[in-house]
């Protein structure tokens, strides 16, 4: 079985540009998760979708925006890019049927560079 | 809101040096707790879960950890590094129910051949 897929892996933008990230999940997951991994900061969360409906979001401005598909595919959105943003964007996918019990399952993330 | 403490940011060790990370969390109520593992490049893995029944659990390449509740910890061993074992280790936990869990900020372990 084929696991998380995210593209592009490596992005480089100015500030100011806006940029669409985008995740497939391991077939048979429903449920789409995006964090923001920076070296001080660690893993963040940023929003889950499940049923191309968002369920949990983190605490991150308005600039950061997502959206699931029927498919439950996922993409992310960053408008407005601040320098601040350069991160590594980690997608996670879980069959989210056991709620707490659910193991995520990561992907190799999308390098964003912010200049 | 939950939170998660792993307090050591920088191990560095030789090989066969026995490994034991440290992760603590503020929830005390039920909670489902994981460690993953980000080789240098990769993505991130799980090493290994804990939902309910033995507090000792076993994961993948050698690795386990230990569920003490009365301590809110969880922590990473492994009793003889390998080179292989660099990399950055997460905990991570689930608390009240919640689908979403919280990470630590991370230990890179580095390990000196």
């Known amino acids: 079985k084929a696991g998380v897929t995210q593209t592009p892996r490596y992005l480089i933008k100015t500030r100011g540009q806006q940029v669409t990230l985008s995740c497939s999940p391991i077939?048979?997951?429903?449920?789409v998760s995006w964090y923001q991994q920076t070296p001080g900061q660690g893993l963040q969360f940023l929003f889950e979708y499940f049923s191309e409906t968002q369920r949990n979001k983190g605490n991150f401005p308005g600039r950061f925006s997502g959206r699931q598909f029927s498919n439950s595919r996922s993409e992310m959105n960053v408008s407005t890019l601040e320098l601040g943003d350069s991160a590594l964007y980690l997608c996670a996918s879980s069959l989210a049927v056991a709620g707490p019990t659910d193991t995520q399952y990561f992907g190799p993330g999308t390098r964003l560079t912010v200049l | 809101a939950q939170s998660v403490s792993q307090h050591n940011h920088h191990v560095i060790l030789s090989e066969a040096a026995s490994l034991e990370l440290g992760c603590n969390y503020s929830?005390?109520?039920?909670?489902?707790l994981f460690w993953y593992v980000q080789y240098p490049g990769q993505h991130l893995q799980l090493l290994l879960k804990?939902?309910?029944?033995?507090?000792l659990v076993k994961g993948i390449k050698g690795f386990e950890a230990e569920f003490i509740k009365s301590k809110f910890s969880f922590n990473l061993r492994k009793p003889s590094v390998q080179w292989s074992d660099t990399a950055e280790y997460f905990c991570a936990v689930k608390s009240g129910g919640s689908y979403i869990p919280t990470f630590g900020r991370g230990t890179s372990l580095i390990v000196h051949p």
């Open positions: 077939s048979g997951h429903r449920s």
């Open positions: 804990y939902f309910s029944g033995d507090p």
């Open positions: 929830y005390g109520g039920t909670v489902n």
